[in-house]
């Protein structure tokens, strides 16, 4: 007799969004995080500084879980188009939610209110277990499962250990699973701001040769951006005075929006890719960006995290059901194979698009420029991005979707 079936260490976006959906298929399930999880905002509460797009297929799949409506409608701002260019040639793209007939292609969400929501809907259900602030100590596999020690003496007993415990994965670093890191030598400046245009719904981004700039839309008509640089100029940047940054992210933007207004708060956040030589070890799997850490340029972290929950919380479901073990070898390298064939290409992809978008070299600035105006215009292309760009190309989230199976 175990605590729990499963005991996922980590309770952000990936961690909380998979014990949701093992809870709500009545899975026990335990849930630790050295922080205690952020209440719900109140109204009118300013919103944080960190937000992500989740595509419409990761939402769709919050919905059906019950968490998606808990967000604050403030937290939450709908875009129905994607447009992105190139400062150093002639290449521009758009998406328009219209082209695949949907209502819209995702949504700019505050991390804080999803984490929020996630717990509000996790605290309903009673096969979950919250343990937080906690911290884990160390772990053995045992015959049927896995012995957990926290810090404070208590022992936890699971048949699969999860770690959704973030990028610098603590948890994978005991397992022993390597992971091979693309240093982009870029930070990503954060912040929201006024601007004189309205944002029309619309998610921008404008590759600078020293590295993509996003402007984001916000439900209350403000633009989040994240503009990744240097080192040294992120943090120059942060240090000007306001009216002075705001001069200078307009003319970075090409005053697509105008004049920038009132400036928010600033952050900087180091940036890294990471990608773990194995997802999975012995009764071990491992999640979100404990698995693969992945440039914001295409805002894809956090879904395919999301990805991941999904798809490990429906093989342990089938699992149950069927009345096998969880913690199997067979599952876990099916989950493996599932999750990698889906993250890998991306991670890759995005990287590609990194060096791509930073080089110096003329000629594939031309070549760039050419090919994102081909795609532009072939349609059926366009639709091939708009369809990955809603992750309507992740069979994780699609209802019901069969587990993995050995
Ligand atoms: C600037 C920026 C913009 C981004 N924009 C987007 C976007 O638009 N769309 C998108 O999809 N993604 C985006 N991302 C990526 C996204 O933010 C991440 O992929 C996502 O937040 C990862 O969630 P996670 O739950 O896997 O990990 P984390 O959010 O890192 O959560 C890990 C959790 O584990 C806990 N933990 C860690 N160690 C321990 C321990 N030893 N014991 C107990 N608990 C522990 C932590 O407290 C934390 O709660 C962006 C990232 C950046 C940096």
């Known amino acids: 007799m175990t605590d729990a079936e499963v005991l996922i260490v980590g309770a952000g976006i990936t961690g909380a969004a998979l014990a949701l959906a093992l809870a709500d ?41 019950g968490a998606w409506d808990l967000i604050p409608p403030a937290c939450r701002a709908p875009f129905g188009r994607i447009e992105v260019w190139d400062a150093s040639s002639v290449g521009r793209i758009g998406f328009d939610s219209a082209d695949i007939g949907a209502p819209w292609l995702g949504h ?11 717990h509000a809907r996790l605290s309903q259900l009673p096969s ?26 208590r022992q936890l007993t699971t048949r699969l250990l999860v770690g959704a415990d973030g990028g610098a994965s603590p948890l994978r670093l005991r397992a022993g699973i390597a992971a091979i890191d693309e240093p982009f030598r870029q930070c990503a400046l954060v912040c929201h701001v006024a601007t004189e245009r309205p944002h029309g719904d619309t998610a921008r981004q404008r590759f600078l040769p020293t ?20 080192p ?28 920038i207004g009132a400036v928010g ?48 919380a429906a093989a342990v479901r089938d699992a149950l059901r069927a009345g096998r073990d969880p913690g199997q070898d067979h599952l876990l390298r099916a989950y493996e194979r599932t999750r990698r064939s ?8 995005i990287v590609g698009l990194h060096r791509l978008f930073t080089t110096k ?46």
């Open 25 to 65: 298929a009545g899975v026990p399930v335990a849930l630790l995080d050295r922080a205690t999880p952020p209440p719900l905002p109140r109204a009118g509460q300013a919103l944080d500084v960190r937000v992500s797009a989740i595509h419409a297929a990761a939402a769709g799949w919050l919905m059906r879980l």
């Open 108 to 118: 700019i969400v505050e991390n804080r209110a999803l984490v929020a929501a996630l």
């Open 128 to 153: 979950a277990r919250l343990l937080a602030p906690a911290e884990w100590d160390d772990w053995q596999v045992e015959a049927g499962g896995v012995r957990l020690r926290l810090a404070d003496g």
């Open 211 to 230: 590295g993509p700039l996003a402007f984001l839309p916000l439900a209350d008509g403000r633009s989040s951006i994240v503009w990744s640089t240097t």
């Open 232 to 259: 040294a100029e992120a943090q120059r940047l942060a240090a000007l005075p306001a009216d002075e940054f705001a001069r200078e992210l307009g003319a970075a933007f090409g005053e697509r929006l105008g004049a």
């Open 265 to 312: 708060e600033r952050a900087v956040i180091a940036l890294c890719g990471r990608e773990a030589a194995r997802y999975v070890g012995p009764r071990l799997a491992l999640a979100g960006d404990a698995a693969h850490v992945v440039h914001p340029l295409a805002g894809l972290g956090a879904n395919l995290g999301l990805g991941d929950a999904a798809q490990l």
């Open 342 to 349: 889906q993250d890998l290409p991306v991670v890759r992809a």
């Open 361 to 406: 070299a003329p000629p594939l600035r031309v070549l760039r420029g050419a090919g994102l105006r081909a795609v532009d215009f072939a349609a059926p292309l366009k639709h091939l991005f708009t369809t990955a760009a809603c992750g309507l190309d992740d069979p994780a989230f699609v209802p019901q979707s069969a587990a993995t199976s050995g």
